[in-house]
Structure formats: C-alpha cells, structure tokens
C-alpha cells in the first residue's frame, strides 16, 4: 500500500494536466496522467515533467482500456486518492444550427461526458481504498445557464454547442453525484480553473485567483 497520496489527472487536449500535477506534486501528491492517444503524444515529445508525474496513455472510451488503467494503478499504487477529470475537447466553435454536425456533437460528449462516467466507474474501487477519496470534474462557465444568459459576461457570445452542452450535462452529473456520494466516504467537487477576472478569451490557464480554491480541494 502507497503512503503517500495518490493523483489521478485524465487529459485530452487542454494542456492544464501538467500544471495540475505541479500543483499536486507541491502538496505532496504522486501524479499519474492518464492521456488519450493525441495528448499522449504530445506530451510524450515534449518529454517534461520527468519526477513530477507518470504518463499513461488511455482511452477514455473504451471500458477495456479503463480497465487496463485501473489494475496498473491498483498494482502500482494499491489505492487512488485523487481523481481529477481533466479530460475535454472542443469543437463547432460559432457554429448556427444549420451548420451543427451531430458526430461532433457526440465526439465531444464521448470525451467531456460519457469518459467521465467511465473513468469513475474504472477507478471507484480504488478510491474506496482511499481514507479521504475525492473527485474533482473540471468544469467550464460556459457550461453555466446563469452566466451565459448575462450579456455582460465575456463568454455570453460565444456559440459552442457541444462544449457548453456538455458542460452543462457534467455540472448536472456532478450536483447528482455529490448527493449519491453523501453517505460514504467520497468526496466531489465541480472546479473552474480558468482565470476569469479579466475575460481573458481562449485562455486556457490555471489563474492565481483560484490556484488557492484548488488547493483547498486536495488537502
């Protein structure tokens, strides 16, 4: 059994899985990065973050390969203490309703919400090996009703169908499973890490602003 707290980061294409396993490393964290193929890759050429995480490639829709996932962690670890479902990709950006391709759709939805419910499925037996498991679901205010429908809000224009919708479906799944997880020992949360104090469009980066609520999720 690993004494130290372990991490689980899933990736996908938003390049914020190796400032979250910085941050985790910070706090004492052992950090794994379960990649699909493209973000394995990537990372894999940038060849950084060497000590800070382990790089596991992962497909996120296919219930063998999560389950592959989950014995190797078991086997290497004995436990999972973190799980941040980091995973997403976009696509459709400004698209009307006559130019909306349903496989898009579903493309995105496969990644930013189906992968979610499967990863927890895979690796729930290993959280509940954990003495203080949690969940953290990276989530996005474009997936906000309330702060989509204010015109003064720096993302209200900005038409993504799928990626919106999606998030929209993950912050619904999240509030459901805080409830189911109540009684036992797992603990879930819904986090945005983008920066919003100064509408920074198209930026994808972990703010300071927030760096500390995220913090004060993995103590």
Known sequence: ???????????????????FASILKDNHYEVVIAACKESYDKLTAQDEGVGEYELLEVDFTSPDSLAA???????????????????????????????????DIKEVYEINFFSVIRVIQALKPLLKMSDHPRIINITSSLGDISKMKDESFCYSGY????????????????????????????KMYSFDPVA??????NSVVIGE??????ISLIR
């Open 196 to 201: 919003m104090k100064n509408c920074t469009y």
């Open 209 to 214: 602003s927030v760096k500390d609520e995220f």
């Open 69 to 103: 996932f989950e014995k190797t962690i078991g086997e290497s670890y004995g436990k999972l203490d973190l799980l941040i479902n980091n995973a997403e990709i976009v696509n459709g950006f400004g698209h009307k309703i006559d130019q909306i391709n349903i496989e």
């Open 159 to 186: 038409s993504l169908t799928a990626y919106s919708t999606s998030k929209a479906a993950l912050n619904m799944f999240t509030h459901l499973q805080c409830k189911e997880f109540k009684p036992s020992k797992i």
């Open 1 to 19: 059994m690993n004494e130290k707290n372990v991490a689980v980061v899933t990736e996908a294409g938003n390049g914020l899985s190796k400032k």
